[in-house]
């Protein structure tokens, strides 16, 4: 795998992105949406790997697995009009299918296409199944979950300050804007627990949902950026000023800052 082989995997993805263009400006802007946020995370993750010092061939994989990981939000877009899983399809499990049906890295090493393929279709599980897989699928599991998670806090956080997109029902997966915020996620995140998306039931559920993430990022070039890009405190002027979410800041405050210091 080299820098060749992706740029031949890009043409194809904008091939097959190419065909998803629609009349429907809200098909067309929610394509662009994710082409987009694949471009950035193909950046992130190459960020990430470099950071790791990995080699160009190791740097090339994982960039591929950046490029091909939302491959399924395409089709279902345009199939289902929404970005839920769970009122349409698992969108890792149909990109993969679209990419074996496709062929498009079937000439690569069975080795180098188990690990893209595995990686894609544990990008948005709930936990990698560690104990299932060898360490390299693990460790790019790892590392497109990361690249994939800061970008989505990147997107959001413009579309609070009104730098990014225009209001778009899509991005906050049509969640209702009311005033609450689940004891659920609140108690997990207290726990230093990544919170599960079945207890999100308004925007500030899915708000909080995305600080959780901070139990489930891997690599310590990711909360560089967390930190460097205020992703945190950009979601927190997002959220009621309560109890909670005053308890939720003060102690994701205080374990970044014990985590920052065991790195130090
Ligand atoms: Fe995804």
């Known amino acids: 795998m080299d820098k060749k082989d992706f740029y031949y995997f890009r043409a194809r993805f904008r091939r097959y992105v190419a065909r998803f263009i629609s009349p429907d400006p809200l098909i067309q802007k929610n394509i662009r949406l994710k082409a987009d946020h694949t471009k950035r995370v193909c950046e992130n993750i190459r960020l990430l790997a470099r950071a790791e010092t990995l080699g160009e061939k190791e ?3 994982a960039e591929v697995i950046a490029l091909f990981h939302d491959l399924g939000r395409f089709e279902q877009f345009s199939k289902y009009k929404t970005f839920k899983d769970s009122d349409s399809e698992d969108h890792a499990a149909l990109g993969v299918r679209v990419l074996k049906e496709s062929g498009i890295i ?9 690990i893209i393929y595995k990686a894609i279709e544990y990008h948005n599980r709930m936990q990698i199944p560690a104990e299932e897989e060898n360490e390299e699928v693990v460790f790019y599991s790892k590392l497109i979950r990361d690249a994939d998670k800061l970008d989505i806090l990147k997107l959001i956080t413009e579309h609070y300050e009104g730098s990014g997109t225009s209001s778009n029902p899509a991005l906050e997966l049509y ?7 689940s004891e659920a996620i609140i108690r997990d995140i207290l726990n230093n627990r990544m919170a599960n998306i079945s207890d999100v039931k308004n925007i500030n559920d899915v708000n909080l949902l995305r600080l959780s993430w901070v139990f489930d990022l891997n690599f310590p070039e990711t909360f560089v950026q967390l930190e460097r890009q205020g992703y945190l405190e950009k979601i927190y002027a997002t959220l009621p000023n309560t109890e909670g979410v005053r308890r939720v800041r003060t102690h994701l405050k205080a374990h970044l800052g014990a985590q920052k210091k065991e790195r130090n």
């Open 106 to 114: 079937s000439h690569l090493p069975r080795k180098e296409q188990h």
């Open 175 to 181: 969640l209702p804007d009311s005033p609450a915020c």
């Open 59 to 61: 740097c090339c994989l």
